[in-house]
C-alpha cells in the first residue's frame, strides 16, 4: 500500500463525527474550530491527491506555508492545540472517559495524517 492509499483508508477515521456517549463531547469534539482548518487541506490531499494551493494561498489563510517542510510544520501544529484544547477537558465520569479516549485517537490519527501528507507533497 502507498503512502496515498494509506491516507485516504486513514482519512475518514480521523474526521468522522464518531457516535458519542456524552453530550459534552460531541461538544468538545470540533476542538474549538481546530479540526477543520487542518481538515480542509487534509481532504484535499483525499480527493485531489495533493494540497499544492496551500503554497500560492493568496488568500493569507496558510502564511509561511510555501514547503512540504513548513506545511508539516502547520499541520504538527494544529494537532498539539487539538491536543492542548482537549486536555482542558478533562473526562468526569466512565462515558466520557470513552469519549475522550475516541478524540485522542482521533488526533492521533491526525498525526499520522500530517506525516503521511508530508510524504506524499515531497513525493516528485
Not at 494540497?51 to 501544529?77: A, H, I
Request: net charge negative; proline share 5%; glycine share 4%.
Amino acid at each position: 500500500m502507498n503512502d496515498l492509499q494509506m491516507f485516504r483508508k486513514l482519512f475518514w477515521m480521523s474526521f468522522c463525527r464518531p457516535n458519542f456517549k456524552t453530550e459534552r463531547f460531541i461538544d468538545i469534539w470540533d476542538l474549538d474550530g481546530l479540526s477543520d482548518a487542518l481538515s480542509g487541506p487534509l481532504y484535499n490531499i483525499q480527493t485531489e491527491g495533493n494540497c499544492n494551493y496551500m503554497y500560492t494561498d493568496e488568500e493569507g489563510r496558510f502564511p509561511g506555508v510555501d514547503s512540504p517542510e513548513k506545511f508539516l510544520q502547520w499541520c504538527l501544529d494544529i494537532v498539539d492545540k487539538c491536543r492542548d484544547f482537549l486536555m482542558k477537558h478533562q473526562p468526569e465520569n466512565f462515558n466520557e472517559e470513552a469519549d475522550f479516549e475516541t478524540i485522542i485517537r482521533q488526533i492521533d490519527g491526525m498525526e499520522v495524517l500530517s506525516h503521511l501528507a508530508y510524504r506524499i507533497q515531497s513525493e516528485p
